[in-house]
């Protein structure tokens, strides 16, 4: 479901995502940037995300994933976002290739 939050940067983003459920308390934003002129985003999270990714099937991966993408790519106005965990890409457990930048996901 969609929500309107005040958002004054990437880390309310996250605690929102945390709040929701979406995310859990042990999942960590390491680090984050925005490139505005060429509308995308780089966005690292810490193991635990991934652990938490892996730990769905096809269509949780696919719902966590989204939200993480849709979100923050809605919130800043940008095209595509690469999602790297601990700086390596994401591997997800069902195969998903996010080595590169994605769009926005279709839920």
Do not use: H
């Not at 390491?30 to 991934?50: C, H």
């Amino acid at each position: 479901t969609s929500k309107d939050v005040a958002v004054e940067d990437e880390d309310d983003i996250w605690a929102q995502l945390q709040e929701s459920g979406i995310l859990t308390e042990e999942c960590e934003l390491r680090s984050f940037d925005v490139d505005t002129d060429g509308k995308k985003i780089d966005l690292d999270f810490n193991g635990a995300v991934g652990d938490r990714i892996r730990s769905m099937g096809t269509t949780g991966e696919t719902e966590i994933i989204g939200c993480i993408v849709n979100t923050y790519l809605d919130s800043y106005g940008c095209d595509g976002i690469r999602l790297t965990e601990e700086g390596q890409p994401l591997e997800t457990a069902q195969g998903a290739d996010l080595d590169g930048y994605t769009g926005r996901i279709e839920l």
